[in-house]
């Protein structure tokens, strides 16, 4: 399925025998939300696409929504642009009411903003830009079994805040993954990322690849067969797993080992495909 597929919804009425959409921010006029959009469709949930950045409004309540995923962008957690604060100072709506947010990037890095702690550049200047290792915390392997490497994008990493629960560890940026309560998860890396946005991303910005630590682009078309085939396993039972989780929900009294134990039954026999 190619990115120009994925059929997109805006501010359309809840209908009472369908699913409520999944939310989804963007932060450029041409982002997608890739796979992870297509597999959320694929999985019954109509998206409804909103971009601050341009003038789109955020709901003043979860109400209507299954879910809602930031995604990643050029700008920082740390900029003062109105729409920045707006969107830090909205993340507290899904936490306060329980409801599964997911921040991937930018929006994990605001997730971790919205939670009072710090987003900062790494303190030898380097950046991830390509397939980078990646190790489940015992808590993570607990929840499910993750890819071994993850495709990054990013200058800026962020500390774990206060009462969140590292998923996740990575090479040069050592909190990759965590959640929050009941349902909130932020991510660094780019498991929604398709072969056509990972070819157009290092064209348009091949100068981040000649950053301190980023990868040559040669290395990530070699590696993208042999390392999203496991991660695009992860996302879809990671999916599955993050809704279930929601607070406001009968669904969400499930023990989280009986959440966990079925989405690990969707990814067990691919995750460790690219082990090495």
């Known amino acids: 399925m190619s990115d120009a597929t994925i059929h997109y919804l805006t501010r359309q009425a809840p209908n009472d025998d369908a699913r ?7 932060h450029q006029e041409t982002s997608s939300p890739g796979k992870l959009g297509q597999m959320l469709q694929a999985k019954g949930y109509r998206l409804d696409i909103r971009r601050p950045r341009f003038g789109d409004p955020l709901p003043e309540t979860m109400a209507d929504h299954s879910g809602a995923v930031i995604f ?15 969107e830090i100072d909205w993340i507290n709506i899904p936490l306060k009411e329980e409801a599964p947010f997911l921040g991937i990037c930018l929006g994990a890095q605001m997730l971790v903003k919205t939670l009072g702690g710090e987003v900062k550049s790494h303190c030898e200047g380097c950046a991830e830009i390509g397939f980078y290792r990646l190790d489940a915390t015992p808590e993570g392997a607990a929840m499910m079994d993750w890819p071994s490497h993850v495709y990054q994008w990013h200058r800026e990493g962020f500390d774990l805040p206060t009462d969140a629960t590292l998923l996740a560890r990575g090479e040069l940026f050592q909190n ?18 398709t072969y056509a946005m990972a070819c157009r991303w290092t064209v348009r910005g091949a100068e981040r690849m000649n950053l301190p630590g980023a990868r040559p682009r040669p290395d990530h078309m070699a590696k993208w067969f042999r390392y999203d085939p496991p991660v695009r396993q992860w996302l879809d039972g990671f999916l599955d797993s993050w809704i279930a989780r929601d607070g406001r929900s009968p669904k969400a009294q499930l023990s989280d080992a009986g959440a966990s134990a079925a989405a690990k039954s969707v990814v067990s026999s691919h995750s460790r495909i690219a082990s090495s």
Not at 73 to 86: E, L, Y
Not at 177 to 186: E, K, L, Q, R
Request: aromatic share 10%.
């Open 20 to 26: 409520r959409p999944v939310l989804v921010v963007l």
């Open 72 to 86: 990643g962008g050029p700008m920082s957690a740390n900029d003062t642009d109105d729409f920045v604060k707006r």
């Open 176 to 193: 990759q993954a965590f959640s929050i309560g009941p349902a909130a998860f932020g991510v660094q890396f780019h498991s929604e990322l």
